[in-house]
């Protein structure tokens, strides 16, 4: 990969992926306008793994407070932050058995422009909808069992190119009445052990494969995603306090009309 290939891929990741917008989505379109080879999902997984860091630098404090809260739980002690990280889990375990099944039986094959445009308009549109309609009384602290669960099985809808991961996580939290920062807020915290997860395996596969040029290019492109990623979360949650999405409806209407455009007529 070029050093211009990896740098717009890290830019690309570290802005869209906590967006509501598909960063997936906008990952598939680099080499098809870019006219550059697939960059593969290994450095996809490695540009993922940079806004890792990113939402963890970002939120240190709920993190802290989760980790804080299981240790005070093994030792008999009921904690908010416990209740916190077990909400975390629980919404995570749907995606697991589902991005399972996607890889085992059904691999690449909806990573088309046609999926990414209709999904990108579609979900862009349930978003407008859900935070048009959606309450604002409830908070992170408010989640129980049934809200992760569900939030959860939200997140399996992501494996859809064009859907994204927060997009759709944020608006299954705000049909369930919660504040924008905090529907905000627990999709990232969401993503945690999801990026975490995919990124241990592909980087224990990355390091048996023992290519020196490509390990060097997955680090920088998951550095500069890092970086980008930390500003474009800080920029959207100063937006969601006194603002809603639907910048981001505009934005994924115009995308997707124009991805539909391309893929039916070009």
Same mark, same amino acid.
């Given at each position: 990969?070029?050093?211009?290939?990896?740098?717009? @891929?890290?830019?690309? /990741?570290?802005?869209?992926?906590?967006?509501?917008?598909? !960063?997936?989505?906008?990952?598939?379109?680099?080499?098809?306008?870019?006219?550059?080879?697939? /960059?593969?999902?290994?450095?996809?997984?490695?540009?993922?793994?940079?806004?890792?860091?990113?939402?963890?630098?970002?939120?240190?404090?709920?993190?802290?407070?989760?980790?804080?809260?299981?240790?005070?739980?093994?030792?008999?002690?009921?904690?908010?932050?416990?209740?916190?990280?077990?909400?975390?889990?629980?919404?995570?375990?749907?995606?697991?058995?589902?991005?399972?099944?996607?890889?085992?039986? *059904?691999?690449?094959?909806?990573?088309?422009?046609?999926? *990414?445009?209709?999904?990108?308009?579609?979900?862009?549109?349930?978003?407008?909808?859900?935070?048009?309609?959606?309450?604002?009384?409830?908070?992170?602290?408010?989640?129980?069992?049934?809200?992760?669960?569900?939030?959860?099985?939200? /997140?399996? *809808?992501?494996?859809?190119?064009?859907? !994204?991961?927060?997009?759709?996580?944020?608006?299954?939290?705000?049909?369930?009445?919660?504040?924008?920062?905090?529907?905000?807020?627990? !999709?990232? @915290?969401? !993503?945690?052990?999801? *990026?975490?997860?995919?990124?241990? @395996?592909?980087?224990?596969?990355?390091?048996?494969?023992?290519?020196? /040029?490509?390990?060097?290019?997955?680090?920088?492109?998951?550095?500069?995603?890092?970086?980008?990623?930390?500003?474009?979360?800080?920029?959207?949650?100063?937006?969601?306090?006194?603002?809603?999405?639907?910048?981001?409806?505009? %934005?994924?209407?115009?995308?997707?009309?124009? @991805?539909?455009? %391309?893929? %039916? %007529?070009?």
């Amino acid at each position: 990969m070029t050093e211009l290939h990896i740098l717009v @891929l890290a830019l690309v /990741q570290g802005i869209t992926e906590f967006l509501p917008i598909s !960063s997936s989505g906008h990952l598939v379109l680099v080499p098809v306008f870019g006219d550059w080879p697939d /960059q593969g999902l290994l450095m996809d997984v490695a540009v993922h793994v940079g806004t890792l860091g990113a939402v963890m630098i970002y939120f240190w404090r709920d993190i802290w407070h989760m980790l804080r809260g299981l240790i005070r739980f093994t030792k008999g002690r009921r904690d908010p932050g416990a209740k916190l990280a077990a909400m975390i889990i629980l919404s995570t375990l749907p995606v697991l058995a589902a991005g399972y099944f996607l890889n085992e039986y *059904i691999g690449n094959e909806y990573r088309t422009l046609k999926v *990414i445009g209709w999904a990108t308009l579609g979900f862009g549109f349930l978003l407008y909808l859900a935070d048009k309609t959606g309450l604002t009384i409830r908070r992170v602290e408010h989640t129980t069992a049934f809200d992760a669960i569900l939030i959860g099985l939200a /997140q399996c *809808i992501a494996l859809i190119p064009g859907t !994204s991961r927060s997009g759709i996580t944020i608006t299954a939290a705000r049909f369930l009445g919660y504040e924008r920062v905090d529907a905000a807020r627990f !999709s990232m @915290l969401m !993503s945690i052990p999801a *990026i975490l997860g995919a990124g241990t @395996l592909k980087g224990l596969e990355l390091y048996q494969s023992g290519n020196t /040029q490509l390990t060097n290019d997955a680090l920088t492109a998951a550095g500069l995603s890092c970086i980008a990623a930390l500003i474009a979360i800080a920029i959207m949650m100063a937006w969601l306090r006194k603002a809603s999405f639907t910048p981001f409806f505009i %934005y994924r209407m115009i995308l997707g009309s124009g @991805l539909l455009y %391309y893929a %039916y %007529y070009m």
